[in-house]
């Protein structure tokens, strides 16, 4: 069974760090190009950073230089380093495929204010 479990979401300050995680099960995790997604309060999904098997990155421009992805095949799990935040990155955080095409899992919570 499919199962993506993201964590490590919080409150935090404009300009603070957070590190998410999402751990997955019932995939070949390391066969697979992983992605992070969110999803801001009245707004649609949207891709925020991706990273195939060889470890390439891609980001969005609105996180490109603050946020870095990464990814642990031993363990399947995902990464996404925040850093530098800011009130528009609060959202909804998920983790998916890079075709986002398996069950998506709960989604961790993530609000930057002061």
């Known amino acids: 069974q499919v199962q993506l479990v993201e964590s490590g979401g919080g409150s935090v300050q404009p300009g603070g760090s957070l590190r998410l995680s999402c751990a997955a099960t019932g995939i070949a995790f390391s066969r697979l190009g992983m992605a992070w997604y969110r999803q801001a309060p009245g707004e649609a999904r949207e891709w925020v950073a991706s990273?195939?098997?060889?470890?390439?990155?891609a980001y969005a421009d609105s996180v490109k230089g603050r946020f870095t992805i990464s990814r642990d095949n031993d363990k399947s799990t995902l990464y996404l380093q925040m850093n530098n935040m800011r009130p528009e990155d609060t959202a909804v955080y998920y983790c998916?495929?890079?075709?986002?095409?398996?069950?998506w899992g709960q989604g961790t919570h993530v609000t930057v204010a002061s």
């Open positions: 990273i195939v098997t060889t470890g390439e990155a």
């Open positions: 998916n495929n890079r075709y986002s095409n398996l069950p």
